[in-house]
């Protein structure tokens, strides 16, 4: 709050008084297109945000509407870990905005492709297999689809995927992430 060397403390205290004046857009994770949802609703500071009835935020943002009224009144519940200390990894995902709208099917497979290509290599890093594979689609109205997939993609045994998987790795490590 005081760039570009100064500290600032935040307490239970007067977190009111030193966030909720800032921007709405200032909050973790709300950017230009939530920014602008909240703005259509007066929502222009953490605080208006703060001083919003939950399931109104519920129903505008889902999940996340609730997520980000609980930031805004200070109730992050996430615990303190030191420098270094590594999260269990209990899901890997990916998502990514593209710069322009999807097309087609083909537009849509080769984004489905890359981010998948992205969590299996993951997956594999932290020595994981997963159970479900979900799938969102939020399109530019900032209306969400969501599926889940538990299908078998290969007719092989454990064995083969994770050797064709392995290898696959390894020639990607040698030659980049589009060998394959």
Not at 140 to 155: C, K, P, R, S, Y
Request: glycine share 6%; hydrophobic share 40%.
């Amino acid at each position: 709050m005081k760039k570009p060397d100064a500290i600032t403390v935040i307490s239970e205290d007067n977190f009111k008084q030193k966030v909720w004046p800032l921007s709405v857009g200032d909050l973790l994770y709300v950017g230009r297109a939530t920014k602008q949802k909240f703005e259509n609703r007066a929502i222009f500071t953490i605080g208006d945000l703060a001083k919003r009835n939950v399931r109104d935020l519920k129903l505008l943002l889902g999940v996340w509407g609730e997520t980000l009224w609980q930031f805004a009144n200070g109730l992050e519940s996430a615990p303190v870990r030191q420098v270094g200390e590594e999260n269990i990894v209990k899901s890997v995902g990916n998502s990514t905005t593209t710069v322009r709208d999807l097309l087609n099917n083909e537009d849509v497979k080769l984004i489905i492709y890359v981010l998948a290509e992205s969590v299996a290599a993951r997956l594999r890093q932290h020595g994981l297999k997963c159970t479900t594979v979900a799938i969102s689609v939020r399109g530019a109205d900032l209306v969400t689809a969501e599926g889940n997939i538990q299908l078998d993609l290969f007719n092989c045994d454990q064995a083969d995927k994770e050797s064709l998987e392995r290898t696959i790795d390894m020639l990607r490590i040698r030659f980049g992430s589009y060998c394959i």
